[in-house]
């Protein structure tokens, strides 16, 4: 926990920290660098997950199972929840003004139209909260009301909510006319000037809404990630990977394009994108289910017993987690530049983190690091991509900047 000289304006507030009820990814773990950091400034933190399939309303405990199972860091202290009836998404003016535009692809209006209808738990909608911390732009319904029209509203975008929804609908067999990406922009600028500040993960988002809401105020913070084991280290070369599409596309790639000409190099890719392969190419999967893991309790493990990280992302928005997560472990790495995206330039510098965009050019790195001697914990700990993780994205530089930008919303 960091030293506070002088009481943290946070002490003793109230901060309602909504949330989508995703687990095993990016969000999540962001998610949980947050509630860290209003609790070591002293605020008592009411975590709010939201579901976005009806049904998952408060109180149906055995609907939630999953959800609680997968998050047990969340288990020491009381949790809150949020999601809409089947009641609400059978109404008319739901069929009509939610269902039917998402048919056509709209994916921000389903998001948004559920948090619109979510039923919260008992007696969270009469605390006072001194402050909102909502993440993403369709779960602004929930924050507007437990706001009350007086709490400031903190928005965490994570990154453009429209450019990823566009990629999603890539695959998706939707209705046509599809919906526009403008037309899914549009829905969540909208929702961004309803929040008193916004507040972006990485550089490239940042500049590109307050392009589109100069109005607003904007502030670049980097998210506080949990530190990875920085050892004892071991032979495995991973990748650690979610089920998402760009992640998807990524692994194809990897498996399609560098894997037969790195040839004699195994590698284990943790992490539940081994059912999105499976499911986009059924092949492939099979030639290398092998490599796979599945999803796996505690990915510190992962990097503690490994030696090379790789992150051989194509396709993707927004700042990449697993690409500090794997900073954090103090490994070298072998990265697209996309994997580094909404970083500053430095990060494409570092010693120990190799760029290579072009297959040849991953697999002849990977053949390269696989021979080399392993890194020693040692090593690890005083690594370049380590301090830059620890200067950008521990939970000390986080804690520092969150206080800067949340004190004036409390004054």
């Given at each position: ?46 975590p709010i997950a939201i579901s976005s ?138 929702f961004m000037r309803e929040a008193d ?215």
């Open positions: 926990m960091a030293a506070h000289p002088t009481p943290s304006p946070l002490k003793g507030r109230r901060v309602a920290l909504v949330h989508p009820a995703w687990h095993s990814c990016g969000t999540y773990r962001v998610v949980l660098g947050q509630i860290a950091a209003y609790r070591a400034l002293g605020a008592e933190v009411f399939d009806p049904g998952f309303t408060p109180g149906r405990g055995w609907i939630w199972r999953e959800f609680l199972a997968a998050t047990p860091e969340l288990d020491n202290a009381p949790r809150f929840f949020g999601g809409a009836p089947f009641r609400a998404v059978l109404a008319p003016r739901f069929l009509k003004n939610v269902l039917w535009p998402y048919l056509h692809g709209d994916q921000a209006v389903i998001r948004s139209g559920l948090a619109e209808r979510a039923l919260l738990s008992k007696g969270l909608e009469d605390i006072a909260f001194d402050l909102v911390h909502c993440n993403h732009f369709f779960l602004m319904p929930i924050a507007k009301r437990l706001s009350r029209g007086s709490a400031r509203i903190l928005l965490d975008s994570h990154d453009l909510q429209a450019r990823q929804f566009a990629l999603m609908n890539e695959h998706m067999p939707w209705l046509r006319p599809r919906v526009s990406y403008e037309a899914m922009l549009a829905r969540e600028l909208a500040l916004l507040i972006h993960l990485n550089a490239r988002e940042e500049a590109e809404f307050r392009a589109s809401l100069p109005e607003k105020t904007h502030a670049l913070l980097y998210p506080a990630v949990p530190p990875a084991p920085t050892g004892p280290g071991g032979e495995d070369i991973v990748i650690v990977s979610s089920n998402n599409s760009a992640n998807v596309d990524s692994v194809i790639w990897f498996l399609r394009d560098i894997a037969p000409r790195a040839e004699g190099v195994r590698v284990k890719i943790a992490g539940n994108v081994d059912a999105g392969v499976r499911s986009r190419d059924a092949a492939l999967f099979e030639r290398y289910k092998d490599w796979f893991l599945g999803r796996v309790e505690n990915p510190g493990a992962i990097y503690a017993d490994a030696r090379l990280v790789l992150l051989p992302t194509i396709d993707g928005h927004g700042l990449s987690i697993k690409t500090v997560e794997a900073m954090a472990s103090g490994l070298p790495l072998i990265a697209t530049r996309l994997a580094l995206r909404g970083m500053g330039e430095g990060a494409l510098r570092l010693e120990g983190v190799v760029v290579a965009d072009a297959p040849e050019d991953f697999a002849r790195a990977l053949k390269e690091a696989a021979r080399a001697p392993a890194w020693s914990e040692a090593r690890r700990r005083a690594s370049a991509a380590r301090a830059y993780y620890d200067a950008h994205f521990s939970a000390v530089a986080y804690e520092r900047n969150l206080e800067r930008l949340v004190a004036p919303l409390l004054a």
